[in-house]
């Protein structure tokens, strides 16, 4: 049972572009919500998170926005650049959820050209 | 160190070999996770320690895997009798907060079963 969807797949966009990343749950017990950048070769890399007490958190470039009863949670990427290009995952986690694991989403690979 | 290093980075065994993979967590990190990415996918909990006890292994695939953590810091996931299906980057992540939040990840195993 995936309990974390994210679309989509793949995306690009030219220099400047606002990238835009969804991602959907189920488990209403969840109460954390990260997102993760990743090069190839490398590790996840926390991004940003944010918990279901606000909509929308802003941390340099990176904003994600949150909606509560649509059970959805969005990644924008202001002014995206080159260096941008990476897979970028959600995740979820929930002190309520009888479990201590982050569930991540399938991941997007963004391709951002000059 | 400043962040999770985990050894070897790469990691080639024969079918039915035993693996030890190493992590070592940021220092001070009480909460510590192994996780295993596959090609294209996000990365999938294995297991979760709290101090030197495994709190959660729910997500350990069956019994010919296992991990320890003796002295509550450094980690070894342990697989036993590799099938060609066990190929995959296996993850660590350490967190300061005791639960799922803000995990901090290594840059992985790839470990390749021929």
């Known amino acids: 049972q995936q309990q974390v969807k994210q679309s989509p797949q793949s995306l690009i966009v030219q220099k400047g572009g606002i990238p835009i990343i969804n991602c959907a749950y189920e488990n209403t017990a969840f109460d954390y919500f990260p997102w993760y950048q990743q090069f190839p070769g490398k590790g996840p890399a926390l991004l940003i998170a944010i918990r279901p007490d606000v909509s929308e958190k802003k941390e340099g470039r990176f904003t994600i926005s949150f909606n509560k009863s649509a059970k959805q949670f969005s990644l924008h990427i202001m002014d995206s650049q080159p260096g941008d290009s990476a897979t970028y995952f959600c995740?979820?986690?929930?002190?309520?959820?009888?479990?201590?694991?982050?569930?991540f989403g399938k991941g997007t690979k963004l391709s951002v050209i000059p | 160190g400043a962040g999770v290093s985990q050894t070897p980075s790469n990691k080639v065994t024969e079918k039915g070999k035993y693996v030890e993979l190493r992590c070592d967590p940021i220092s001070g990190h009480t909460a510590l996770y192994w996780y295993r990415q596959s090609l294209g996918q996000g990365p999938e909990f294995l297991i979760y320690f709290q101090g030197t006890g495994a709190a959660d292994d729910s997500g350990l695939p069956n019994d010919r895997f296992f991990a320890v953590r003796p002295e509550g810091s450094v980690s070894t996931l342990k697989i036993q009798r590799t099938e060609r299906g066990d190929s995959a980057v296996y993850l660590c992540?350490?967190?300061?907060?005791?639960?799922?939040?803000?995990?901090?990840f290594g840059q992985g195993t790839r470990l390749t079963v021929v």
């Open positions: 992540a350490s967190s300061p907060a005791g639960d799922g939040t803000e995990a901090f």
């Open positions: 995740a979820a986690w929930g002190s309520g959820a009888g479990s201590y694991q982050l569930t």
